[in-house]
């Protein structure tokens, strides 16, 4: 399979040590003039959701991608669903395994039921503008150790670990980008609904019971679906609910 070509206007940086890629990217956001990538081959400082540490060996995927949008916050967020798609289309380009990668709401993809890659936005405001960094980590060659995952949450996995596959961070990078960028056109040009349907497609327990917790409340339905502002609807014994933001638990 050959490469497509690195997506024309969009920068590309590759550092040998980062603190973290997001607070690199946004540190450098007032010099850039379009968007840009930037691949840290380790990280000293990496961060997940809710600012848990995010375990960051060498061989390992950890890249954000800078961009400037221009529409309101609330579809702004909206991209983490493109980086989901893309990250999954990325994944069966390089292995040829549809069926092994699944979308888990709000932004986590998994391998096998493993959870492989993780999503994080983040954004700061400059001026009349923002600057939104689009966090991914993907575990390519390990997986942190169960004790360092939260109770109840999914196994995490890696690429090579359930696949055989070993590949760099570099051409993962090459790989997600031209992916990214074809979703990118899609969300600029026709919005969320072909977003929405096609993480759908794929999403993870979709009409199965599942548990939203946020903060100390946590609540148990079934996983209807999305809806057009990117809210998990659970349908409860009473009444269904839109939630837009919790960790779910299978």
Do not use: C
């Not at 990118?184 to 929405?196: H, M």
């Not at 599942?210 to 809210?231: H, K, M």
């Amino acid at each position: 399979m050959s490469a497509k070509p690195w997506p024309a206007g969009l920068g590309r940086h590759v550092l040998p040590s980062v603190d973290s890629t997001n607070a690199h990217a946004l540190r450098m956001a007032p010099s850039l003039t379009g968007p840009a990538w930037f691949l840290g081959l380790t990280q000293t400082a990496g961060t997940g959701r809710r600012a848990r540490v995010w375990v960051s060996p060498l061989g390992n995927f950890y890249a954000t991608l800078l961009l400037q949008p221009t529409e309101p916050p609330e579809q702004v967020a909206l991209r983490s669903f493109a980086a989901a798609l893309a990250l999954r289309d990325a994944f069966v380009a390089l292995t040829g395994l549809p069926q092994a990668f699944a979308l888990k709401w709000p932004n986590d993809v998994l391998l096998n039921g493993g959870k492989v890659a993780g999503i994080l936005l983040e954004s700061t405001r400059a001026g009349q503008g923002m600057h939104l960094a689009v966090g991914i980590g993907v575990n390519l060659i390990a997986a942190p150790e169960s004790h360092l995952v939260e109770p109840g949450a999914l196994a995490p996995v890696s690429l090579l670990g359930e696949t055989g596959l070993r590949v760099t961070p570099e051409a993962f990078l090459d790989t997600l980008a031209t992916s990214f960028a074809d979703w990118e056109a899609v969300f600029q040009r026709d919005g969320f609904a072909p977003l929405r349907a096609e993480w759908l497609a794929h999403a993870a327990r979709l009409g199965q019971v599942i548990r939203a917790r946020t903060g100390d409340q946590t609540r148990e339905g079934v996983f209807e679906t999305i809806d057009a502002a990117g809210n998990l609807m659970l349908r409860m014994a009473r009444e269904t609910v839109a939630i837009p933001a919790a960790e779910v638990f299978f």
